[in-house]
């Protein structure tokens, strides 16, 4: 454990260092969309609490995609890597390989549905040395059509940032606007309003806030929306998942017990109507902000009192546009048989009530998928399928629907089989549509390498997007696993 840990140390260290030798990548493109692999360095005797291939993480970044009918394309952001390929701003070395380590860039890209292809994706940011995707970027699309990257900072040793496209509808450049102190980007806009922004401060505590810009150049102060803490404890803290539904705003979120994230438990819900002016529970009952008690009204389902951890993993909406949310429970924080199989779980409220459902199981804590619905159909694409690298973060995909409400789910398609990596972080496209409706990354948790990253529809097929360009746009034929 110790010989891993100094490892990671050398690596992150080594990589710091040789990153400053080269100027940064900002607006310039690269070769093909190659994802990073990342690892937490948390080990137990089944492997790290997780690692594997993250350009789409976390679930906490919202959202990461956006499909525009203006100009049928779907605009995404995600985490990559310049290693070993050539960029417009380097040159090769004599072997024709580029030099630079494996750090994060925070990358923009964009699919054209007309003519089936993507463009070289476009480097939004380059992270410098910092090769952790708690950093990733989310996005957002203003009346005009400029397209806004927020970047992640990670508590207050690094800022966050917010970007603007010099053009619309373009991710050929970005100009920075904001720098800011934030965490787990999650902006909404709002037309004829503007952006309300969800995010997460460590104030030696993770801390949930919001704040507004009609422009995105000039925005309100920081105001506190969740600080839950225990009178015998010291810290507390908060992990949010969101989702907009025209003028509604909500959010799930959870709670860490004496601010362990190993911990985190409970499920508690909020919305606003009125673009944050007033916060309100699903029934529209008002909220006092900032919610600092473990028993507030705000709270729909106990687990702490269960010793049961939660990870909530995305958000949606029914038909009635009642808020319903996605997440994981189970027992423990490492991955292992000795805490079991994590029961992917529904909780939705129906207009009266909330109402919780089982799903299915999987065997990891950071299995990430997305659920959306349409016509009365609720879909969840999840890796439930615990392979390759079993009791590992990921899996091969599975579209699991439900007819009834989410009250009784079926399986109706393996849409990955025999990978040799597992598959994770399946992130839906905000308004999507087919065949750009979800994206996701694979990797091996166990194994540093080759992280590629793929797109699929409603039905299951799915398309790599391409791992090496040649030319300025490229098509994305259908692949099978």
Not at 135 to 159: E, H, K, L, M, Q
Not at 165 to 184: G, H, K, L, N, W
């Amino acid at each position: 454990m110790k010989n891993l840990t100094v490892i990671l140390l050398l690596y992150i260290f080594t990589n710091t260092i040789h990153a400053q030798n080269y100027p940064p990548l900002d607006n310039c493109k690269t070769d093909g969309y190659k994802g990073i692999w990342f690892t937490l360095g948390q080990f137990s005797e089944y492997g790290d609490k997780y690692s594997g291939g993250m350009a789409t993480y976390t679930a906490k970044h919202i959202p990461l995609a956006i499909y525009s009918p203006k100009v049928q394309k779907t605009f995404f952001v995600y985490g990559g890597i310049a290693e070993g390929r050539k960029t417009s701003a380097d040159a090769p070395d004599k072997k024709g390989r580029n030099t630079y380590g494996n750090y994060l860039l925070c990358m923009a890209g964009s699919y054209n549905h007309k003519t089936n292809t993507v463009t070289k994706p476009t480097v939004v940011y380059d992270k410098r040395g910092v090769f952790d995707p708690h950093d990733n970027p989310a996005i957002s699309i203003d009346t005009y059509g400029y397209i806004w990257v927020f970047i992640s900072g990670r508590g207050r040793g690094r800022p966050g940032f917010i970007y603007k496209s010099r053009q619309p509808y373009c991710i050929e450049a970005f100009d920075r606007i904001v720098e800011d102190e934030m965490t787990y980007p999650q902006p909404k806009y709002m037309e004829g309003k503007g952006f309300l922004h969800l995010f997460t401060k460590y104030t030696g505590l993770r801390l949930l806030y919001f704040n507004t810009s009609s422009d995105g150049h000039e925005w309100t102060e920081h105001k506190l929306l969740a600080a839950i803490k225990r009178p015998d404890d010291k810290y507390g803290g908060h992990y949010q998942i969101s989702a907009q539904k025209g003028n509604k705003i909500a959010f799930f979120f959870n709670w860490h017990p004496n601010g362990n994230v190993d911990r985190r438990t409970n499920i508690y819900y909020m919305q606003t109507v009125d673009f944050g002016k007033t916060w309100t529970q699903a029934d529209g009952k008002p909220i006092s902000i900032p919610v600092t008690e473990t028993d507030d009204p705000c709270r729909v389902k106990d687990f702490f009192t269960k010793g049961e951890n939660v990870y909530i993993k995305d958000v949606t909406f029914d038909e009635d546009g009642n808020p319903i949310a996605l997440y994981l429970s189970g027992k423990g924080h490492q991955p292992g048989p000795e805490y079991g199989h994590k029961k992917w779980q529904v909780i939705s409220w129906n207009g009266k009530e909330w109402q919780n459902s089982i799903i299915t199981t999987s065997d990891h804590n950071y299995d990430t998928g997305s659920i959306w619905t349409d016509n009365g159909k609720w879909t969840l694409i999840a890796p439930t399928e615990n392979s390759p690298q079993a009791w590992a973060c990921g899996g091969e995909l599975l579209i699991w629907e439900s007819h009834d409400k989410g009250k009784t789910w079926k399986p109706t398609r393996q849409i990955t089989k025999n990978s040799p990596r597992n598959h994770n972080y399946v992130r839906k496209v905000l308004d999507g549509i087919d065949p750009f409706k979800y994206f996701w990354a694979d990797g091996n948790p166990a194994l540093e390498g080759i992280s590629q990253m793929y797109f699929g529809d409603t039905k299951g097929n799915i398309r790599q997007l391409p791992y090496t360009m040649t030319a300025d746009e490229q098509k994305t034929p259908k692949i099978h696993k």
